[in-house]
């Protein structure tokens, strides 16, 4: 099956660029760094001792489900970033460098070019969140105190899927753009665009995929899952979906020089 | 001195993990017969600067 | 048997017509050489030819109706600078492009190892192809256009960028494969247009101005060349020769005088005559073959 065959050669290539290794790997740091800084910060300015006799440093221990949203945080802030750079070029380097052409000159359908691409990235972010949060979360468990495993779960689904939305963006751009600089640089406008919108009007568009991670911090808390939960995954499904078709679409129609 | 031996075996894993990530970038660069760049410079990046070295090879480093 | 017949194909980008009304028809098992100067359109041409940029206007119809829908699965296709994945082996992108057009991956494999044998590059499948030379490449890129037993192969200057090494490799494998496949591919050289193919459509500013076998397209010309040079030049040779009735045209390059003809054997006739009567020392004389340069110059020009 032609999907398949797409499927496991980018698999193939991401495994010969060491994709598998080093993106899990930069997830997983991600992720600990700020549970880990935060538990040992007071102790560490004890130790250096850089803090002048009688002055009283009264930083506030967060609890585990705060310190569990510094690790989404940081993934929203900086794993983002990396999905960007990771997905950048895997249709506009193509293009650019001309094996997109010999591609396209067997019968493949952009169905199965786009989408097997799409999925292929998706198991690595999956993976990589997955351990990521995982290791977040025995840190947390370690050093903060306990949080449900299925709260993890959850909040790890809806994730991916806000990540799913990211890098479908990505791919669409992709297909507008040769540049791989430039594709990073115009998803990223989109993105922060995208949040800084739902910002504003956030009381309107509360099903934004945007507040994904506001409603995970608050279902961490609450252990209550709240519809607009719900219907903000479904939006990045839906969206993720619109994406990925539009870049079908432009492929398509794409005049090749 | 036990803070700082908790520390140390708290830590461990992510030092593997960095030293996995480092090494990868070393064995990576020395694979790579053309860089972004001169090869030197990427040697002196990856090792030197923790963490943030190594990801920016990666990323930036290798000709597509 | 006919095998295809592009009719009127018009592309414009914008306003821009790169092709206008290119009409042509491929028989089954012929090589043909699509022959133009550089910007005549040969690309364009060979990319809807190979079904993946569509005409503007015109159509391209397979004689089998049931190949004209997504033909690509029919035609394998070497663009004018093959690029792979240069993380893959030889063997591997072989694979990988035949699998795309549907081939199971035992047959996929089967196949790979038989054109790897064809084009030369058993000993090295195993290598990454960033480590191919640019012959190498250009014969694994005729490898992945045979992968899937293609009706037609389509090749946009297979020899252009090769040094003479590359060149002969490729055009000695051209030969091989025209024993039994159609075979359309461009070229700005007309010595590779001469050597290999058995017919020529020629292109200029996105018009075919000429089509026809190497022999059809020479017999338009009506006209042969001789070349004939002197040891002890006569006095007014030129004019003397000028006098001949199958003569029409003298014309002196250094110590040769190219005569044109238009009727081979009474010019030699009658010229020998001549020298005889005179008794003009002849030290040449060369019937010139009418050169498709000649041809193009003078196409190209109109």
């Given at each position: 099956?032609?999907?398949?065959?797409?499927?496991k050669?980018?698999?193939?290539?991401?495994w010969?660029?060491?994709k598998?290794?080093?993106?899990?790997?930069?997830?997983i740091?991600?992720a600990?760094?700020?549970?880990?800084?935060?538990?040992?910060?007071?102790?560490?300015?004890d130790?250096?001792?850089g803090v002048?006799?009688?002055?009283?440093?009264?930083?506030?221990?967060?609890?585990a489900?705060?310190?569990?949203?510094?690790?989404?945080?940081?993934?929203?802030?900086?794993?983002?970033?990396?999905?960007?750079?990771i997905?950048?070029?895997?249709i506009?380097?193509?293009?650019?460098?001309?094996?997109?052409?010999m591609?396209?000159?067997?019968?493949?359908?952009?169905?199965?070019?786009?989408s097997?691409k799409?999925?292929?990235?998706?198991?690595?972010?999956?993976?990589?969140?997955?351990?990521?949060?995982?290791?977040?979360?025995?840190?947390?468990?370690?050093?903060?105190?306990?949080?449900?495993?299925?709260?993890?779960?959850?909040?790890?689904?809806?994730?991916?899927?806000y990540?799913?939305?990211?890098?479908s963006?990505?791919?669409?751009v992709?297909?507008?753009?040769?540049?791989?600089?430039?594709?990073?640089?115009i998803?990223?406008a989109?993105?922060i665009?995208?949040?800084?919108?739902?910002?504003?009007?956030?009381?309107?568009?509360?099903?934004s995929?945007?507040?994904?991670?506001?409603?995970?911090?608050e279902?961490?808390?609450s252990?209550?899952?709240?519809?607009?939960?719900?219907?903000?995954?479904l939006m990045?499904f839906?969206?993720?979906?619109?994406?990925?078709?539009?870049?079908?679409?432009?492929?398509?129609?794409r005049?090749?020089h | 001195?036990?803070?700082?031996?908790?520390?140390?075996?708290l830590?461990?894993?992510?030092?593997?993990l960095?030293?996995i990530l480092?090494?990868?970038?070393?064995?990576?660069?020395?694979?790579?017969?053309?860089?972004?760049g001169?090869?030197?410079?990427?040697?002196?990046?990856?090792?030197?600067i923790?963490?943030?070295?190594?990801?920016?090879?990666?990323?930036?480093g290798?000709r597509p | 048997?006919?095998?295809?017949?592009?009719?009127?194909l018009?592309?414009?980008?914008?306003?821009?017509?790169?092709?206008?009304?290119?009409?042509?028809t491929?028989?089954?098992?012929?090589?043909?050489a699509?022959?133009?100067p550089?910007?005549?359109?040969k690309?364009?041409?060979?990319?809807?030819?190979a079904?993946?940029?569509k005409?503007?206007?015109?159509t391209?119809?397979?004689n089998?109706?049931s190949?004209?829908?997504?033909?690509?699965?029919h035609?394998?296709?070497?663009?004018?600078?093959?690029?792979?994945?240069?993380?893959?082996?030889?063997?591997?992108?072989?694979?990988?492009?035949?699998?795309?057009?549907?081939l199971?991956?035992?047959?996929?494999?089967?196949?790979?190892?038989?054109?790897?044998?064809?084009?030369?590059?058993?000993?090295?499948?195993?290598?990454?192809?960033?480590?191919?030379s640019?012959?190498?490449?250009?014969?694994?890129?005729?490898?992945?256009?045979?992968?899937?037993?293609?009706?037609?192969?389509?090749l946009?200057e297979?020899?252009?960028?090769?040094?003479?090494?590359?060149?002969?490799e490729?055009l000695?494998?051209?030969?091989?494969?025209?024993?039994?496949?159609t075979?359309l591919?461009?070229?700005?050289?007309l010595?590779?247009?001469?050597?290999?193919?058995?017919?020529?459509?020629l292109?200029?500013?996105?018009?075919?101005?000429?089509?026809?076998?190497?022999?059809?397209?020479?017999?338009?010309q009506n006209?042969?060349?001789?070349?004939?040079?002197f040891?002890d030049?006569?006095?007014?040779?030129?004019?003397?020769?000028?006098?001949?009735e199958?003569?029409f045209?003298?014309?002196?390059?250094?110590?040769?005088?190219?005569?044109?003809?238009?009727?081979l054997?009474?010019?030699?006739?009658?010229?020998?005559?001549v020298?005889?009567?005179?008794?003009?020392?002849?030290?040449?004389f060369?019937?010139?073959?009418?050169?498709?340069?000649d041809l193009?110059?003078?196409?190209?020009?109109?």
């Open positions: 099956m032609q999907w398949f065959v797409i499927f050669k980018e698999l193939l290539e991401n010969r660029n060491l598998w290794i080093w993106v899990p790997i930069v997830f740091l991600f600990v760094m700020d549970p880990i800084t935060t538990y040992y910060l007071p102790k560490i300015m130790a250096v001792g002048p006799e009688g002055s009283i440093i009264d930083l506030p221990m967060p609890n489900q705060e310190a569990m949203m510094m690790s989404y945080g940081e993934l929203g802030m900086l794993g983002v970033l990396l999905t960007v750079v997905v950048m070029s895997t506009s380097g193509e293009i650019k460098s001309g094996v997109y052409e591609i396209l000159s067997k019968p493949v359908k952009f169905t199965n070019y786009v097997a799409f999925l292929s990235i998706m198991l690595i972010i999956i993976i990589s969140l997955a351990l990521a949060i995982g290791t977040a979360w025995y840190y947390v468990m370690i050093l903060f105190g306990t949080i449900d495993f299925t709260r993890i779960l959850m909040s790890l689904f809806f994730f991916t899927l990540f799913a939305l990211i890098v963006i990505v791919i669409m992709n297909t507008w753009i040769q540049s791989p600089g430039l594709v990073a640089f998803s990223l989109l993105i665009i995208f949040n800084v919108l739902t910002n504003i009007y956030g009381h309107i568009l509360t099903w995929p945007a507040l994904i991670s506001d409603y995970i911090g279902y961490l808390a252990g209550v899952l709240i519809s607009e939960l719900w219907y903000a995954a990045a839906v969206f993720s979906i619109v994406c990925l078709q539009f870049a079908i679409v432009t492929l398509r129609n005049v090749l | 001195m036990e803070i700082n031996r908790d520390l140390i075996l830590l461990l894993p992510i030092i593997i960095q030293l480092l090494s990868i970038a070393i064995i990576d660069l020395i694979r790579n017969e053309q860089t972004n001169p090869k030197w410079i990427w040697a002196l990046v990856i090792i030197l923790n963490i943030v070295g190594p990801i920016i090879y990666l990323i930036f290798r | 048997m006919e095998l295809l017949h592009a009719n009127q018009t592309k414009k980008y914008k306003e821009n017509s790169v092709i206008q009304d290119v009409s042509f491929l028989e089954h098992g012929r090589c043909v699509l022959l133009g550089n910007g005549s359109g690309t364009t041409t060979l990319r809807m030819l079904g993946f940029i005409p503007t206007e015109g391209i119809a397979f089998d109706e190949l004209s829908r997504d033909f690509r699965q035609v394998g296709y070497l663009p004018q600078f093959p690029v792979f994945y240069d993380w893959m082996t030889g063997k591997e992108f072989l694979v990988y492009s035949g699998q795309l057009a549907h199971s991956k035992s047959e996929a494999r089967k196949r790979a190892d038989e054109l790897l044998e064809l084009v030369n590059l058993k000993e090295v499948r195993k290598l990454r192809i960033s480590k191919y640019g012959g190498m490449k250009q014969r694994l890129g005729i490898a992945q256009a045979l992968i899937h037993s293609p009706k037609l192969i389509i946009d297979p020899a252009s960028a090769l040094d003479p090494i590359g060149r002969r490729v000695n494998l051209m030969r091989e494969l025209k024993k039994d496949s075979i591919f461009s070229t700005h050289i010595n590779d247009a001469e050597e290999v193919s058995d017919e020529i459509l292109l200029n500013n996105g018009n075919v101005i000429e089509q026809g076998s190497m022999h059809e397209l020479e017999s338009v006209t042969v060349t001789l070349k004939l040079a040891s030049e006569p006095k007014f040779i030129e004019e003397r020769l000028k006098e001949i199958s003569v045209k003298v014309h002196r390059v250094q110590d040769d005088f190219l005569l044109t003809v238009h009727d054997q009474t010019a030699r006739k009658q010229l020998l005559e020298v005889h009567n005179e008794d003009w020392q002849l030290t040449k060369e019937v010139a073959k009418t050169s498709l340069e193009f110059m003078k196409a190209v020009k109109e």
